[in-house]
Nanobody, 128 residues
């Protein structure tokens, strides 16, 4: 059974940076991708970024492209989300998710249905 543990959330000023991590214990070699989603107060959870375990192929939501970077450490079974130039509208609970489903479509991994297991979430607050 895969368990995802997120860490690294916190309070940061606008324009600042923060890195959140997601450690995946029990991950199978065949697992295909990981992603970060976020949910702001009063809003639905939405896609942020995804990465394939094998190829490292990444994909980003337009709202974070150029500011956020997703990366992975296969040896440590850990995925990171480096967040730069943070804005108040980035305030949300950030969730990591893992997929065992295989698809050739990058867009497939932007939907929650692609993911089989989820972390508990970590709060990121951007405020002065």
């Amino acid at each position: 059974q895969v368990q995802l543990i997120e860490s690294g959330g916190g309070l940061v000023r606008p324009g600042g940076s923060l890195r959140v991590s997601c450690a995946a214990s029990g991950r199978a070699v065949s697992d295909s991708a990981m992603a970060w989603f976020r949910q702001a107060p009063g809003k639905e959870r939405g896609f942020v970024a995804s990465i394939r375990w094998n190829s490292g192929t990444t994909f980003y939501a337009d709202t974070v492209k150029g500011r956020f970077t997703i990366s992975r450490d296969n040896a440590e079974n850990t995925v990171y989300l480096q967040m730069n130039s943070l804005k108040p509208e980035d305030t949300a609970v950030y969730y990591c998710a893992g997929s065992r489903k295989v698809s050739t479509s990058t867009y497939y991994y932007t939907g929650e249905a692609a993911y089989d297991y989820w972390g508990q979430g970590t709060q990121v607050t951007v405020s002065s």
